[in-house]
């Protein structure tokens, strides 16, 4: 987290600071948390260029995914039962489309061409009669590649089916203009932008007059989509990061974009290495690589405690299977197995970059010498 | 300035924000990753879940970590055969009552039991519950409002002979009284840090092995695929601590707390027309509730407020509303007199000295 987020987080928590209970209005402690809240919600408003009552708080981007399509699903029915996602989205989208079906849900999975892209037409496609709802990513964590999200949102509002854009991965790092799509629900992450962990939200347009149907009951903060205490300092927190996140938005494309390069030149020197997703149209900091007879899990093993390198998304993470990513988009065998996600920040520099790309290419090299003993 | 509204939220223990920080700007890594930072990350985590554990004399894999305890107390109530019948008590929090209330109107069957004027659930409240045999029942240990603590452990041990679940919102209880999850004899129970004097947005349910429980989030597989979602490291660590603070110090916080208390019942009782409710019962040593013939609560807060006394009608989340206390109407209360409610609870920075300048700005104000 950035020093300028933990240190307005940190001023919301003792005695001397703003710690009370932002729902306690009967009180001068209380109504000042209340207008923390508040003002960290028209931050984040401002900066998406939305209506600040139409951002709710939450506690990740995985509840605000969770929310989105159960709220839609069980609000909307009576209008059809069938919901399209695709087969690269992030679990929490995954397993909330899951137990739809289980509950009488028809879900399309959609699959991303071998570069990891979606066309528009295959999305219109596989639209019914009974479709209320797309879920998509902007960007999608393993690959990072960008998804054309306004041109789906235009093309999905004709039809008047619901669309939402799981924007953990890309909120922050590219602008995102809420007042020029057409996107219904977007949901946010406080920790993937220097905020934060523990905190999100959900922006839903037209809040009222769309009526989501809450995971949680009770208490009526976030005008009853979203009962229970607001947790001050991480909202707080989250505002200041991505307030500090737009302001650097350009700088920090560009930094990565330069360690980009440097990186994969210096992996390009290896033979056998791969490149997943397509590389003109990704966010510069992540890069998703396979090297030919080496495993993903070996390497990661043997540069443990050098560089945080994952193979997939952290959350799968804890068991040792291949992503799910790069098999909806068809890639198998040795570049399956063997596939490793890099991704860098605002803080990563040319000599750390540099002297990972160094280790990497040692590490492939004994790792390949030593397949071949 | 005086904060007497520590059932709503308590400030954060000094000793609580210095294990947090670390976990704010230097233990950054995700506790799901297999890299290095990540394990420290879920070392710590680990550690705080031994002692929330610990704090209730459970093993470490009963407890999940979740957003507060209005979502604890959600996932409490989705547990078990969800089709099954459900028992509350009339005076439980809204994080109770609107879900199950909502269950309810999904066609799941709901009895809402009644409180005595001690805002005590009943011996016969207990046997209709078990002829009408729920799935779960479930019972806050102490009331955020009054502070009447129930004798849960009596209730759990005669449903749970019936196959009964029973679950215990311990929200308000927790560091203010001894919670222990196996003598109470509950198969699920709810906590909140931030009123421990730890951080808001984090919670746990504490559950007893073989209780299904059926997961409201979905998607990452975190805390035993039961609520996914990137764990809230630094908020867990602070939970952590607070639990263990609120363990090491129990007898001594409750001992101040309760000397407080007489302190402030004592002033009060001198005011002509003041009730403390259900002040005969069983009570949590920080939590006085009363009320004052004739008198409007909403102008007596705002005179207070104004004079930079924090205290609150009741519960924060039902803030706003005009409408009497449900808790208090559920005791029998007069709705006059329910309307002129100001609940104080006491906190660890209190001083004798506070209460005594609470009473004296009492007095000339009404």
Redesign the interface.
Known sequence: ?G?EA?EA??SC???T?N???P????????ERANDIVEKSRIEIATFLNCKANDLIF??????S??LALMGVALTYRNKGNHIITSASE???????C??LESIGFQVTYLRPDINGRFDLECILTALTNETILVSLMHVNNEIGVIHDIDRIAQALKQKNIFFHVDAAQSAGKIPINLAKSSIDLLSI?G?KMYG????GCLYVRNRKRMNLTP???????EHGLR????????IVGMATAFRLANASIDSDFQHAKALQQALTGQLNTLEGVYFNGDQKNKLPNIINVSFEHVSSDSL?IA???E?????GS??????VEASHVLRSMGIEGDRLYGAVRISFGRYTTDTEIQRAGQRICEEVTRLRALALE | ?I?L?HN?????D?RV?DAM?PF??TF???P???????RVVRSALETARGQVASLVGVQPAQVIFT?????A??LALAAGNPDAGLAISAIE???????A??MNSQGRELAIVAVDADGLITQEAIDAIIRRKPGLASFMLANNETGVIQDVAAYARQLRAHRIFVHTDAVQALGKIPVDFNQLGVHLMSL?S?KIYG????GALVFEKGVEINP???????EQDLR????????IVGFGKAAELAGVELAERGRRLLALREQLEEGLTTIPGLTIFARQAQRLPNTVQFGIDGLDG?ML??K??QK??????GS?????AREPSAVLTAMGVEPELARSAIRVSLGQ?NTAADIGKFIELLKSLL
């Open positions: 987290m020093p933990a987080l940190a928590l003792t005695l600071g710690f009370a209970n729902a306690s209005l009967q009180h001068d402690f209380g939450t506690s990740g981007a995985t509840e995914n969770n992030h679990k929490a989208v995954l397993d909330t899951k137990h992450s920790h934060p962990k523990g905190v995971l949680f009951h009770g208490g009526g903060q009962p229970g205490t607001l947790p001050t300092h991480q990661i540069l443990r405690g560089i945080a390198i994952a193979s952290a959350c799968n993470s804890g068991a | 300035m904060y509204d709503a939220t308590t400030p954060i000094e924000l920080l704010l700007t950054y890594g995700n799901s990753s297999l890299y290095r930072p990540g957003s507060g305890g209005t979502e107390n959600n929090h809204p994080s109770i009552a609107e879900p209330q909502r909140s931030h951080p808001k947005g984090c409201l989030l979905l998607g990452g597989g975190q996914a979602g990137t764990e809230n490291v630094a908020a909403e807060l705002m207070l407020d930079n006394v924090a205290v609150s009608s924060a989340c039902a803030s706003g920075a």
